[in-house]
């Protein structure tokens, strides 16, 4: 599949169920690079959540703070604790 539609094409005959189940992944690992890391961590941390994951973030060291301010925003908008984590440092 390219992407989620939310539609599933139909089966010509009767006798086959075509039905889509949707599973998350688990743990999603995420490595954002030192430019536009706010915009980029946003790009991967919104679908890892949507599709029911849970996040660990690695800002880069040069510029960690944005995701760090990032997490906090949702956590205060009510995230549960341990959805979206962030580790810091080099590497």
Same mark, same amino acid.
């Given at each position: 599949?390219?992407?989620?539609?939310?539609?599933?094409?139909?089966?010509?005959?009767?006798?086959?169920?075509?039905?889509?189940?949707?599973?998350?992944?688990?743990?999603?690992?995420?490595?954002?690079?030192?430019?536009?890391? /706010?915009?980029? $961590?946003?790009?991967?941390? +919104?679908?890892? *959540?949507? #599709? @029911?994951?849970?996040? =660990? !973030?690695?800002?880069?060291?040069?510029?960690?703070?944005?995701? /760090?301010?990032? $997490?906090?925003?949702?956590? +205060?908008?009510? *995230?549960? #604790? @341990?959805?979206?984590? =962030? !580790?810091?440092?080099?590497?």
């Amino acid at each position: 599949a390219q992407g989620m539609e939310g539609q599933v094409p139909p089966f010509s005959d009767a006798k086959h169920l075509n039905y889509v189940r949707r599973v998350p992944l688990g743990v999603c690992a995420l490595i954002t690079p030192w430019n536009h890391p /706010l915009l980029i $961590a946003l790009k991967k941390i +919104a679908p890892a *959540l949507a #599709a @029911g994951n849970t996040v =660990v !973030v690695k800002p880069s060291e040069l510029a960690p703070v944005a995701v /760090l301010e990032l $997490a906090r925003i949702f956590t +205060a908008a009510g *995230l549960p #604790a @341990g959805v979206l984590n =962030v !580790v810091c440092g080099l590497g």
